[in-house]
Nanobody, 123 residues
Framework: QVQLVESGGGLVQPGGSLRLSCAAS????????MGWFRQAPGEQRELVAR???????NYADSVKDRFAISRDIAKNTVYLQMNSLKPEDTAVYYC?????????????????WGQGTQVTVSS
């Protein structure tokens, strides 16, 4: 089985920084895209940032120039460095990864979600 474990959330003042981590473990053959989504109360879950295996990235307009996504392929881990945080960044942040598991001679790719980590930006 595959498991995603997130860490790094918490309470921070406006203008502060946080770094989220998400480590994938289990019977992993390969990982394609890794990303972060967030969901604020009463809102739909939205894409924050994602990174491909080759390192290409894309970001939501609301976080460009403030957030940076990176990954360590050897550690099956994706990071989200969040700077200049604003109250509107408050949300539960979820890790999402496209992971391949070997089943016999076939590699099956599915999207997996972490349990979520709360980020609260408030003075």
């Amino acid at each position: 089985q595959v498991q995603l474990v997130e860490s790094g959330g918490g309470l921070v003042q406006p203008g502060g920084s946080l770094r989220l981590s998400c480590a994938a473990s289990g019977s992993i053959f390969s990982i394609n895209t890794m990303g972060w989504f967030r969901q604020a109360p009463g809102e739909q879950r939205e894409l924050v940032a994602r990174i491909t295996r080759s390192g290409s990235t894309n970001y939501a307009d609301s976080v460009k120039d403030r957030f940076a996504i990176s990954r360590d392929i050897a550690k099956n881990t994706v990071y989200l460095q969040m700077n200049s945080l604003k109250p509107e960044d408050t949300a539960v942040y979820y890790c999402n990864c496209n992971i391949g598991v070997q089943i016999g001679l076939v590699t099956r790719f599915d999207n997996y979600w972490g349990q979520g980590t709360q980020v609260t930006v408030s003075s």
